[in-house]
């Protein structure tokens, strides 16, 4: 069993900043990849970022050059940083590992 704790949501500007974080805990495999995940009212779910075991990275379109996901395997810990903030990035925030998932953090962006 899995938990992912995240933390660091909240109400910003556009153009601002927030830094997200996800603490894992239990069964954790750090040769495993994690990520941030999004949902928008409406809307699916969809990836923003992914980072592996070995710390290669995957960012979705609309983040790249403003995001910046990274890794703690000794903590166990995974961050999201995010940088020129859009309304559009308005959305519920999720960690996700292996087949568990956080219970969200709520980021919104008012223009």
């Known amino acids: 069993q899995v938990q992912l704790v995240e933390s660091g949501g909240g109400l910003v500007q556009a153009g601002g900043s927030l830094r997200l974080s996800c603490a894992a805990s239990?069964?954790?495999?750090?040769?495993?990849?994690m990520g941030w995940y999004r949902q928008a009212p409406g809307k699916q779910r969809e990836p923003v970022a992914i980072?592996?075991?070995?710390?290669?990275?995957i960012y979705a379109d609309s983040v790249k050059g403003r995001f910046t996901i990274s890794r703690d395997n000794a903590k166990n810990t995974v961050n999201l940083q995010m940088n020129s903030l859009k309304p559009e990035d308005t959305a519920v925030y999720y960690c996700?590992?292996?087949?568990?998932w956080g219970q969200g953090t709520q980021v919104t962006v008012s223009s």
């Open positions: 996700h590992h292996g087949n568990f």
């Open positions: 239990g069964s954790i495999f750090s040769i495993n990849d």
């Open positions: 980072i592996t075991g070995s710390g290669s990275t």
